[in-house]
């Protein structure tokens, strides 16, 4: 039989062949605020996995955990439970002199841009690049670059009494980015501009995680800039409640509208189904499923290939083959009968498998839904 | 702009120099703290100094009074003989007496053939063959000592109870006073200074002293009984060795004390014996502590205002060391940079309160260096106090 995984399909964990390493990883936090009979709970049991260049986005309402969690992989407070890995550092228990070597391979750039009045935007920068001992000409140029590019090529050496909210949220970025560093954290960074510079942002965010594998974790209610998400995730009450992998998503959502029953879904649907979907794996020869048991799952076939076979009592014949993109499974449960073939891996195959019930409930949503089906079925025969 | 690309960004300088208002205001409390310690320091350098400034301007190595004399103006006095005893002992190459009178030393100021009520006076007299004063000012004027009813008059009295033209000699020689209802010419001035017992000083021939003190002893030679031996050893003999010999020698109703001895007991006397050093020491407390809640206020303020920016800097991996040495550093430079004008301010301070009291108000080197101390310490400490916040909390609870 095949593996089946507790990871959900959306999760992008299988998207590539290529596994890259983990940036963070999040097991079972929590986190509380307060003491004693304040105490209170902020974050309940989260887990999350960042991969080295991607970009995600957390979102969910105000108080839902998204900045605390934040400053946790930060370093900014103190993990109390469960475990969080940094650049391959556990901060549990970790020492100052470890949070302090690894803060300064990170990024931060802050709701409030938080310069130095007394510095010009220059020196504000440059404070970032001197705490990592970069050679003084190479910084000078890169935070002459680095404030061009946001715009302020003008402003170098301007005190921030001198320049907008907006250019002093970019200075505080370009603080952010000079030391090259390999996790950038943002908390609303683009709150503060208007569309063109908040765009400009994220491009270099996209640069720099395409380019130098930076990775970036950005909090932001801004849905102008949700299109450089490799990944969003949705906070709510302390609990990520969603962890989608947008690229994944898109394409389970184009696999599924290849099912004729669910061709007419709404985008907003078919993300749902996606976000019901776990991974299976399977190796060369595994049966994923038997001729004549019950059905339970309907299959997506993510990648690799499966051989059909049916008996018809003379013996097994293959019928068919199967590849990525194509699906199977979904005779059995719509019509409650057994299975009627049997489904054997060809290759090492993933797929990403609905449960009868969520599947079910998807062709409730709509009356007519059962009633294309029943003809989509009639025509196949 | 190139020497600031190539250093360090001198935060500490530039967040300090900012704000100019903050900054003065910041410099001028810390200046007060200064003056205020310095206030405290004079008045109990002052009050020593005043008090041993006879001592202290009487030539000799080695001194005698009376067991019982337990400070210079206590009027108790010793016999003349010890003297005597003194000076036959080898190495000594004089001993001489000093007498000394204030209880009724008093002096009248006659105007248009009325007297004021007047004020007792301490008086000194000395024998003039001896070269007992070290100024110059008094040796000079000596010889005009040896008339009968003269003295010279310590220009420093309090002008208030002394009313006397003090600058003029002429004047002064013209003016008609009394001593112990005795009339008395003033032939000059010179310099001493008042203390916490006297409101100034007369000086004189030991003859004249006789003559307006015959009553200082009931029976018998007023100059029989003497206030402070004053001894001077030969040049060729150690002082610590004629200090043995004359404390073997001479009987044990009298202390034979070397100068740093006396000095000693006689500041030990105001410091301990009595309320004054506790209430210097009180005052110096105060002082600091005015000044380090100065200091506090003014550095704890400039941190918390600027938190967000240094919980950034800490969030970028700035280390507890660097926060240290950036406080310390704003500290010095605020403790430097506040004592000047404190400094200069007490300086003004002193010579107005010295013109005012009399007292010898003055800014030696370990009395600066004391109160530089003591602003460093403050400020410092207080910089510390400040930061603890910042260091030990982490970054994402100081936004």
Redesign the interface.
């Known amino acids: 039989m095949d593996s089946q995984t507790t990871i959900p399909a959306t999760s992008g964990a299988f998207a590539g062949d290529l596994r890259l390493p983990k940036t963070v990883r999040v097991e079972n936090l929590n986190h509380y605020f307060g003491e004693g009979e304040l105490r209170k709970q902020a974050l309940y049991s989260n887990n999350l996995e960042v991969r080295r260049g991607e970009i995600v986005i957390m979102t969910g309402p105000s108080g839902s955990g998204k900045t605390t969690l934040l ?1 946790l992989i ?1 370093t ?3 993990v109390q439970e469960g475990s969080l890995k940094v650049l391959g550092n556990e901060l549990l228990g970790a020492d ?1 002199d470890l949070t ?5 391979e ?1 990024g ?1 750039i ?1 709701q ?1 841009h ?6 010009t935007a220059y ?1 504000n920068v ?3 690049a ?3 001992g970069l050679d ?2 190479i ?2 140029g890169r935070i002459k670059s680095l404030l061009t590019r946001l715009g302020l090529g003008e402003r170098v050496h301007y005190k921030p009494k001198s320049l907008s909210g907006g250019q002093k949220q970019r200075v505080a970025i370009a ?1 952010g980015l000079v030391h090259k560093p390999k996790l950038i954290l943002a908390d609303e960074p683009t709150a503060a501009l208007d569309e063109q510079s908040g765009r400009e942002v994220v491009t270099l965010f996209q640069e720099l995680a395409r380019d130098e594998g930076c990775t970036i974790i950005m909090v932001t209610h801004d849905n102008r800039i949700l299109d450089v998400a490799d990944r969003i995730v949705n906070m709510v009450d302390g609990r990520i409640k969603s962890d989608v992998a947008v690229q994944e998503t898109s394409v389970i959502c184009e696999f599924l509208k290849g099912f004729p029953l669910f061709s007419d879904l709404t985008p907003n649907t078919l993300s749902e189904v996606a976000d019901k979907m776990m991974v299976h794996e399977a190796q060369p020869g595994d049966v994923v499923i038997h001729q004549g048991d019950p059905g339970e799952l309907f299959y997506l076939i993510r990648s690799g290939s499966v051989d059909v076979l049916i008996d018809d009592g003379a013996g097994q014949k293959q019928v068919a083959q199967l590849e990525r993109g194509q699906y199977f499974g979904e005779a059995a449960l719509i019509t409650e009968e057994p299975r009627n073939a049997t489904i054997v891996a060809h290759e090492k195959s993933v797929f990403y498998a609905l449960e009868k019930k969520d599947f079910r409930a998807v062709l409730e949503t709509s009356a007519t839904f059962e009633e294309e089906l029943r003809q989509a079925l009639f025509n196949r025969q | 702009m190139t020497v600031n690309q190539k250093s360090k960004t001198p935060l500490a300088w530039k967040n300090l120099t900012h704000d100019w208002r903050r900054l003065v205001v910041a410099l001028v409390g810390i200046a007060f703290a200064v003056l205020l310690m310095f206030s405290q320091v004079g008045f109990q350098n002052a009050l020593f100094d005043s008090q041993v400034k006879l001592i202290a301007d009487l030539e000799g190595d080695i001194f005698i009074v009376s067991k019982a004399k337990f400070t210079l103006a206590a009027e108790k006095r010793f016999a003349f003989v010890r003297i005597h005893q003194a000076q036959s002992c080898p190495g000594v190459l004089w001993a001489t007496p000093v007498y000394s009178e204030l209880t009724t030393s008093v002096l009248r100021k006659i105007e248009h053939g009325k007297g004021n009520r007047g004020y007792p006076i301490r008086s000194i007299g000395f024998h003039l063959d001896v070269p007992l004063f070290k100024s110059k000012e008094i040796q000079r004027q000596t010889r005009r000592l040896h008339a009968p009813a003269v003295a010279l008059i310590d220009r420093n009295s309090k002008p208030k109870k002394f009313p006397l033209p003090m600058k003029n000699d002429q004047a002064l020689s013209g003016s008609s006073v009394e001593l112990a209802s005795q009339k008395l010419t003033l032939v000059g001035t010179f310099d001493m200074g008042t203390d916490f017992a006297n409101d100034g000083n007369l000086m004189m021939s030991a003859e004249n002293f006789a003559r307006y003190f015959p009553h200082r002893k009931r029976f018998g030679d007023p100059l029989s009984i003497v206030d402070i031996g004053v001894v001077k050893v030969q040049p060729t003999y150690s002082i610590n060795d004629v200090h043995k010999v004359l404390l073997k020698t001479l009987s044990k109703d009298v202390f034979v004390l070397t100068r740093q001895e006396f000095l000693d007991k006689e500041i030990l006397f105001w410091d301990k014996s009595t309320p004054i050093g506790t209430i210097f020491l009180a005052g110096k407390i105060i002082g600091f502590v005015v000044g380090m809640v100065i200091c506090y206020q003014v550095i704890y303020s400039d941190i918390a205002d600027h938190m967000p920016e240094f919980a950034t800097l800490k969030a970028m991996g700035y280390s507890t060391r660097y926060f240290i040495a950036l406080i310390v550093v704003e500290a010095l430079l605020l403790a430097i940079v506040g004592f000047l004008p404190g400094t200069l301010a007490s300086v003004g301070l002193y010579s107005w309160l010295g013109v005012q009291t009399g007292l010898l108000m003055q800014m030696d080197r370990y009395s600066v260096a004391f109160v530089l101390a003591a602003t460093i310490l403050m400020c410092t400490a207080s910089g510390l106090l400040a930061v603890r916040k910042l260091l030990a909390a982490d970054p994402a609870n100081l936004f």
């Not at chain 1, 302090?100 to 300064?104: A, E, G, I, K």
């Not at chain 1, 938080?114 to 510095?119: A, K, P, Q, T, Y």
């Open positions: 400053t930060g900014l407070r103190t100052r302090v070597r690894l803060r300064q990170l931060f802050f409030a938080n310069l130095f009045e007394s510095l020196q440059k404070m970032a001197e705490l990592v003084p000409r910084a000078d603080r």
